[in-house]
């Protein structure tokens, strides 16, 4: 049964940068594919990003696009979201998703039902 818990959320400024952080435990983080989503008011949950066991990166097609970049850090039992150039549209409660993976070392979920595990997410506000 894995735990996941995101931090690093908060309240910046638009054009700033924060790092998300989605922690694992009791089980490895090596053996998930990890996916981060977020959800603005009133707004369905969409996918950002994707990153395979192996560390293949997936877009699922957020119009941040390249102001998003996902990583993780196995030894740590963490994945991150980096937000860089943040705007007032990206307010949102971001979460991270796990789904077990045996042996596709390179494949990512397509979207957030075949994901397994959820955290209880993060609040990301932009304002001037």
């Known amino acids: 049964q894995l735990q996941l818990v995101e931090s690093g959320g908060g309240t910046l400024h638009p054009g700033g940068s924060l790092t998300l952080s989605c922690t694992a435990s009791?089980?490895?983080?090596?053996?998930?594919?990890i996916g981060w989503f977020r959800q603005a008011p009133g707004k369905e949950r969409e996918g950002v990003l994707c990153i395979s066991r192996g560390g293949s990166v997936v877009e699922f097609g957020t119009s941040a696009k390249g102001r998003f970049s996902i990583s993780r850090d196995n030894a740590k039992n963490t994945a991150y979201l980096q937000i860089n150039d943040l705007k007032p549209e990206d307010t949102a409660v971001y979460s991270c998703?796990?789904?077990?993976?045996?042996?596709?070392?390179?494949?990512?979920?397509?979207?957030?039902?075949?994901?397994?595990?959820w955290g209880q997410g993060t609040q990301v506000t932009v304002s001037a």
């Open positions: 009791p089980l490895p983080l090596e053996y998930y594919a």
């Open positions: 998703a796990a789904k077990s993976i045996f042996d596709q070392f390179h494949y990512c979920p397509s979207y957030y039902g075949e994901f397994d595990y």
